[in-house]
């Protein structure tokens, strides 16, 4: 009876084995027993199948795609990213998150297929370029819903955001173009990755006008005095207030918004549409609600998304929906149904959850799949994240100027941002808290050592920690350079924290070091 059981579902064991050494790449599917087997062999295809529809629509313009940018051929990499994010689960858990890879995947593909359909450097007559409004990557997409006869285009997302997520080796040539240039090797590699995109002309020629914005930080800021360059198109400014808590700034806050609004009609043509906006900002809201309901299960004793894809689904969404993609609502209502009857069953979301952690600072973009390994090697699972975190305020769906005042505070608390900007308390303070609600023992500490913006927190971090008695593990990364942090080195920081500090053995053997140098 047991052996029957075993081979509808079986529990995981020995992942390290199916690793290609160095390539981090599958020797062959790992065998889940026959039910999510087979599911994990659809949901594959599915990928594939997605892929190749984006092909399809666009097959000229696709071959010209890969063959001038770079960035491009990253994105063949998607499966093997996805079979990083699902590695071990089992049950609702690998549904669950293969229908939030899902609803990463379709928009993206999407958006690519867009791009290369669109790009004046192979369509020069093309009409919908001009119909596009370029936006700074972690500029949200709700303005854009009163502009139903256009498209918003975030402009880093597709070339260097996302590919440096599915290919860690994507983000060092165009490093190492901007440092040519004469910019510090030391600066934030985001930015820099960015610059290095504009500078090798390897951004998709799309755009009537373009929005951008001082956030989250002032290397964003130097950053878009490449990209605007390269594009040469009309460029406004929103200047959003760092000091977002105090009420005196949100006045200004909203002002800022309204001459946004006022930019685009006069260089598009096209008017403000409060219908189409409000019509939108309800299906917003209705995917904040499924959002908040995520987080409520994943207070309790039996929380049900504890990999990486709950932030990377969270942040996606939350910068590119806008309210305007109803797919993204059709997948909340089915992984919400799945989480609640998995819940209602105490079903537990992993093989063995020994710490309730919290992720907190920014994650490495060619690392995003840390969180997984954290729960098949130790069973540390990450029941909530400095990402996830960033700003749920309902919409006013009736009141023009409620409305837009929300607009203008979701946009002082976007990512990277809601914690790093208005006082110590909004990164410190909030951290503690969260660990209260999430009944969390652990904290996984990023320090990205690009980064200058919380240098003078660390020893109050820690001393705090201890205070708490809460096990609070540092890891440094690079944020988008995996030559300066390795993501072997950022495992090994933890290996020595859970061996020595802790004296725990860990859940899996073969995962506790192994070379994935060269994997995408």
């Given amino acids: 009876m047991i052996k029957l059981k075993e081979l509808w579902r079986n529990k995981p064991k020995n992942l390290g084995k199916l690793h290609e050494d160095k390539t981090g790449l599958l020797k062959h599917r790992e065998w889940r027993g026959i039910s999510d087997t087979l599911y994990d062999y659809y949901r594959w295809l599915i990928t594939w199948k997605d892929m190749a529809v984006m092909v399809a629509k666009a097959p000229v313009s696709t071959v010209k795609g890969i063959w001038n940018y770079r960035w491009m051929a990253s994105y063949l990499s998607a499966p093997a990213w996805i079979d990083r994010h699902t590695e071990g689960l089992r049950g609702p858990q690998l549904r669950i998150t293969h229908l939030h890879m899902n609803g990463l995947v379709k928009p993206t593909t999407d958006m690519i297929n867009f791009l290369l359909a669109n790009d004046k450097h192979f369509h020069p007559n093309s009409k919908w370029a001009d119909r596009t409004v370029n936006v700074d990557e972690i500029f949200s997409s709700e303005l854009m819903a009163g502009f139903p006869n256009l498209k918003d285009n975030h402009v880093s997302t597709i070339p260097i955001f996302l590919s440096s997520m ?97 930019f685009i009609e006069e260089q598009t043509g096209e008017k403000f549409n409060w219908q189409s906006f409000f019509a939108a900002m309800k299906k917003y809201n209705k995917q904040l609600e499924y959002e908040v309901q995520k987080w409520e299960v994943n207070k309790t004793d039996y929380p049900q998304m504890t990999g990486a894809t709950f932030w990377l689904y969270r942040l996606f969404y939350f910068h590119i929906s806008g309210g305007m993609d109803y797919r993204f609502l059709k997948i909340d209502k089915k992984v919400n149904k799945l989480m609640m009857d998995a819940y209602k069953k105490h079903t537990h979301c992993s093989k063995e959850m020994r710490h309730r952690a919290i992720v907190w600072s920014c994650p490495a973009n060619y690392y995003t799949s840390l969180a997984n390994w954290l729960e098949n090697c130790w069973g540390v699972n990450v029941v909530m994240d400095m990402e996830t975190m960033i700003s749920y305020i309902m919409y006013d769906t009736e009141d023009k100027e409620r409305s837009l005042a929300t607009y203008a505070k979701t946009l002082q608390r976007t990512t990277m941002r809601k914690h790093t900007k208005g006082g110590y308390q909004n990164v410190l303070d909030e951290l503690w808290r969260i660990c209260d609600e999430y009944n969390a023992d652990t904290v996984i500490m990023y320090n990205q050592i690009s980064c200058k913006g919380m240098d003078g927190l660390n020893g109050i971090f820690d001393d705090q920690a201890r205070e708490r008695n809460i096990n609070f593990i540092w890891v440094d990364q690079d944020l988008m350079d995996p030559r300066t942090v390795s993501r072997r080195d950022m495992r090994e920081q933890i290996n020595k924290y859970m061996t020595t500090v802790l004296q725990e053995e860990p859940v899996d053997p073969t995962l506790v070091d192994f070379d994935d140098t060269m994997a995408w």
């Fill in 166 to 262: 599915v290919d860690q080796n994507i983000t060092p040539p165009y490093l190492d173009i901007t440092e040519s240039y004469g910019v510090p090797a030391d600066v934030c590699p985001l930015p820099s990755a960015e610059a290095g995109v504009a500078i090798n002309d390897d951004y998709p020629m799309v755009g009537k006008c373009a929005i951008t914005c001082n956030m989250p930080c002032d290397g964003s800021v130097m950053n878009s005095a490449y990209i605007d360059r390269r594009f040469n198109i009309p460029t406004h400014v929103i200047n959003v207030p760092l000091r977002y808590t105090e009420d005196e700034v949100q006045e200004y806050a909203v002002e800022e918004v309204k001459e946004c609004i006022k």
